[in-house]
């Protein structure tokens, strides 16, 4: 794995994205809540007005078992204190000074760890069961962000599928708004003319399509005007079912981005186009190489420029997993915050037969595969591994599949705490926010999942969610 200091050195070039700060809503609410007692006594004509109890100044959660992220073992019977939208203090008891006057969540008996970050998501363009630009809004992609909020998944990065209304939500909940995930954005992504995936249904008018290097110019400057927290290119052909970009207009998007100080992740499937694309100077794999294992040259080569990888293995198990209705669609983690008729439309035969009836179905349990396998081969190698999904996208269930992801990153063979520190401390390296995000650290965001069973016995109890907490107000 590259070094914490290795990632630093090379971040600190390209400059770190700063995050608002806001008040818990908590307080304000208690401080409204007192000033309406307040005015109920004067109506009732009661003289004495009892002196209302001071505003809790701080937020603690107490004695439970703290996994920070950082990759230090869990700290038990341990207390968290919370103030605005940071953490304060964070360690044993006895450690931390707990400050008069707070409100205190009695927490023995449970976990806590940090929120998930999602290297790869995508919000705002599917409803129901269809994606499409016609769905993109800001009420959507807000509503999206509630649903990772709630499982947990407290930063995600939307990953070439976003538009104008993006720019008013980027970043964290807004103080009148009800908290969600924290949100990056790529912008859009871009592929050739006519490219995979802009020609697939519900894909139209999405990507950027590029001819020539003058274009890739252009939409570059575009995209370093909005901003964008990440460059996404889309190389792949689909098993040759489509047009896939040309190496030049990659290697040019790539070139043009750094040049603008911004950073690539590619959508790949191909180990060939994996080495072409990481030999062109990608910064971040945005899926598994499937098509074969990977091998020595990419492993070397990916060390040496310090490519990240971002495994999304729930996405290769949703081109399958619908061919039969899937046990997860009774399960209440899952189907409490599903939309009832999706989960009837995925349990119909019918939708099953469309499963099955892709000319390309018998590769894609192999895909899966090959990803595990890769993933295990780049961890063992030491290369920096992000968590990412590819949730967003019809049946590709945010919040949900992201449990799922860890699970299936533990079955690859890596620990429970490894595939967490992926969701945690690196996904944060990676996205370069780690100064804010990531582990449960003094002047961190207080971004964090009280479990009522511990993940790192068994990686299913990051499915026994108690509350979620992001920049201090829990997620209700
Ligand atoms: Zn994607």
């Known amino acids: 794995m590259a070094s914490p200091s290795e990632f630093s050195s090379r971040s600190s070039s390209l400059g770190r994205k700063k995050v608002r700060l806001h008040s818990p809503r908590w307080i304000t609410l208690s401080a409204v809540m007192i000033s309406l007692a307040a005015l109920v006594s004067c109506s009732e004509k009661i003289v004495q007005v009892p002196a209302p109890s001071p505003e809790p100044a701080a937020l603690v959660i107490d004695g439970a078992q703290i996994w920070d992220g950082s990759g230090a073992p869990p700290v038990q019977d341990a207390v ?21 006057n707070a409100r205190t969540i009695d927490a023995k008996g449970k976990t806590v760890i940090p929120g998930l970050i999602n290297m790869h998501g995508h919000v705002g363009m599917t409803k129901a069961l269809k994606q499409a630009k016609e769905n ?4 959507n992609i807000l509503a999206q962000l509630k649903q990772y909020a709630r499982y947990g998944v407290t930063t995600v990065m939307s990953l070439g599928t976003d ?26 992504g871009f592929t050739g003319k006519q490219g995979y995936p802009a020609v697939l249904p519900g894909n139209a008018g999405i990507p950027i399509e590029v001819d020539t290097v003058d274009e890739v110019k252009a939409h570059i400057q575009e995209l370093a005007r909005q901003k964008v927290d990440m460059v996404k290119i889309w ?52 899926h598994s190489v499937r098509d074969r294992e990977v091998d020595p040259a990419l492993i070397k080569s990916v060390k040496e420029r310090k490519t990240f990888a971002v495994p999304t293995l ?55 595969k090959m990803g595990q396998k890769n993933l295990k081969k780049l961890f063992d190698a030491g290369v920096k591994i992000a968590f990412g999904t590819d949730t967003g996208p019809p049946a590709r269930f945010q919040g949900y599949f992201e449990h799922r992801e860890l699970e299936l990153m533990v079955q690859a063979g890596l620990t429970p705490a490894q595939a967490l520190q992926t969701a945690t401390l690196n996904a944060a390296e990676c996205l370069q926010v780690e100064k804010d995000f990531g582990t449960l ?28 907490w992001i920049g201090g107000h829990e997620v209700n």
């Open 441 to 468: 650290e003094k002047g961190k965001r207080a971004d964090l999942i009280v479990l009522d069973a511990d993940p790192l016995e068994n990686i299913l109890n990051t499915r026994k969610i108690s509350q979620v």
């Open 163 to 188: 538009f104008e209304p993006i720019f008013e939500v980027r970043g964290a909940a807004k103080p009148d708004e009800s908290p969600r995930a924290t949100v990056f954005t790529a912008g859009r």
């Open 235 to 286: 190389v792949d052909d689909h098993w040759g079912h489509y047009t896939k970009i040309r190496p030049e207009l990659y290697r040019a998007i790539i070139e043009e981005a750094h040049k603008q100080n911004l950073r690539v992740m590619a959508h790949l499937f191909y180990l060939a186009d994996a080495k072409g694309l990481v030999e062109a100077g990608l910064d971040g794999m945005a």
């Open 80 to 100: 968290v204190v919370i103030k605005g939208d940071r953490i304060d203090a964070v360690g044993p008891r006895g450690a931390v000074t707990v400050p008069a």
């Open 314 to 368: 729930t996405r290769e198990e949703s081109t399958f997993v619908y061919a039969d209705p899937p046990a997860f669609l009774d399960d209440l983690f899952f189907s409490r915050w599903a939309d009832p008729e999706v989960i009837k439309t995925l349990k119909d035969p019918a939708w099953g037969k469309k499963v099955k009836a892709d000319p390309d179905f018998s590769k894609y349990a192999g895909q899966l």
């Open 136 to 139: 993109y809004s800001k009420e």
